[in-house]
């Protein structure tokens, strides 16, 4: 996925470091980007009444 910088407060590294361990995530970055698929997920499933998957899209440059 392409690159993003977000800042977080200390409460918000404690709470992606919960998510980490729970999913079993090598880091931080990973943490915040299964929240992240995992909300657009929902959202999708509230929107269409069906789950998608995401697949990250490659560009082809030219």
Known sequence: ???HEIHINDDELAALEVVR???GLASIEQAAEWL???RLRK????MTGRGRALYQVE????
């Not at 959202?43 to 509230?46: A, E, L, R």
């Not at 560009?59 to 030219?62: E, N, P, S, T």
């Open 21 to 23: 361990q729970r999913q």
């Open 59 to 62: 560009r082809k440059l030219k």
């Open 36 to 38: 992240v698929k995992s």
């Open 1 to 3: 996925m392409p690159d």
């Open 43 to 46: 959202q999708s499933k509230n």
